[in-house]
Every structure is written in C-alpha cells, then in structure tokens.
C-alpha cells in the first residue's frame, strides 16, 4: 500500500500597516518551531 505525505500550510492574514515586519518575522519563527513547510501571507485580504 503508498503511503500519502501531508504538506501543512499555513494562511495567514493580516493588514499591511507599520508592524507588518514584526508579523511577519512572528509568523517566521511559528513555522520554523513547529515544523509548517508552506505559508500564504494574505495581505488586506477582505
């Protein structure tokens, strides 16, 4: 039997405003702690 990998992804939404650097270093560190391998960074998304 094949066996199915998983990527998990993670989407991220957030407004572009002055503290976008801080966020998205935040979001950075999240991945790279709890191994997430994809990202979508949603900017303003309505």
């Given at each position: 039997?094949?066996?199915?990998?998983?990527?998990h992804c993670l989407r991220a939404q957030?407004?572009?405003?002055?503290?976008?650097?801080?966020?998205?270093?935040?979001?950075?560190?999240?991945?790279?702690r709890y191994g997430i391998q994809n990202v979508i960074l949603i900017f303003n998304g309505e």
């Open positions: 039997m094949k066996t199915t990998s998983f990527l957030f407004y572009p405003d002055e503290y976008a650097d801080e966020r998205i270093h935040s979001i950075t560190q999240f991945c790279l």
